[in-house]
């Protein structure tokens, strides 16, 4: 059984997940939260993503990270904001910090 709460706080996002095995075996377990947010009735065409990140992880096809590479000059470079509908996918970009964030223009 798995219950996930996300909320919303000063610093960002904080997400909690229990999970119980409800079986008589060890299940070895790996979560990531992924929350959807809105901005009231902002369209997506509308959102910047944005990270000060210089690093990213292209994900494999079993969706784990395959090598660290430099985003300098690559379409997973989000420094300058991206449009949230052209951000790249399949890929872990750390060092989200302040400057990670959504802004909306309508």
Do not use: K, Q, W
């Not at 590479?69 to 750390?94: E, K």
């Amino acid at each position: 059984m798995t219950d996930v709460e996300s909320a919303l706080v000063a610093s960002g996002i904080e997400s909690r997940v229990d999970m119980h095995n409800r079986g008589e075996h060890a299940a070895p377990v790996a979560v990531g939260v992924h929350p959807y947010l809105r901005l009231g009735s902002t369209s997506s065409d509308d959102l910047t993503l944005a990270s000060d990140s210089i690093r990213a992880f292209p994900l494999g096809d079993d969706n784990l990270p395959v090598r660290s590479i430099d985003v300098r000059g690559t379409p997973f470079d989000l420094r300058g904001g991206v449009p949230v509908d052209s951000a790249p996918t399949n890929c872990a970009i750390p060092g989200y910090g302040p400057m990670m964030g959504a802004s909306g223009s309508g």
